[in-house]
């Protein structure tokens, strides 16, 4: 795949990661209600369901007063940002900092993936797409 290539999939990809982020933000924190998809609790492991709203209520749901669905945002649109400077510009450094922007929202993953699944024993789909859009 070429620069173009790359430069499209990390686009889209953060595009997608901050659709779904925005849209719990919203829905959630401002409206009061669960986004699409969330209503019915549905067992997908043995013990575990796709529940947003037990993920969303949980005390892990926030880093003192922010949501982590905020910094998630946060991450996805720095990420769209670090990409679109370093393929108009192609800097070494640029590339650098992408690389580790991007291991530091991938070295995030397991301890959320745990507190999903071993902690709350609940999925959130939204942040489940998040986390695929990280990847």
């Not at 007063?65 to 370093?86: E, Q, T």
Request: glycine residues 8%.
């Amino acid at each position: 795949m070429g620069r173009t290539g790359w430069f499209i999939l990390l686009i889209a990809f953060s595009a997608g990661g901050l659709a779904a982020s925005a849209l719990v933000l919203y829905l959630w924190y401002v409206v009061g209600r669960l986004p699409p998809g969330c209503y019915l609790p549905q067992a997908v492991l043995p013990g575990v369901t796709v529940d947003c709203m037990t993920v969303l209520s949980s005390p892990y749901a926030h880093i003192g007063p922010i949501p982590l669905d905020g910094l998630a945002a946060v991450w996805f649109i720095l990420n769209m940002g670090l990409a679109a400077v370093y393929f108009r510009t192609f800097r070494d450094g640029l590339l650098t900092a992408l690389f580790y922007w991007r291991l530091v929202g991938i070295a995030v993953l397991p301890y959320l993936l745990y507190v999903e699944l071993a902690v709350l024993k609940a999925l959130c789909l939204y942040c489940t797409i998040m986390h695929a859009f990280i990847i």
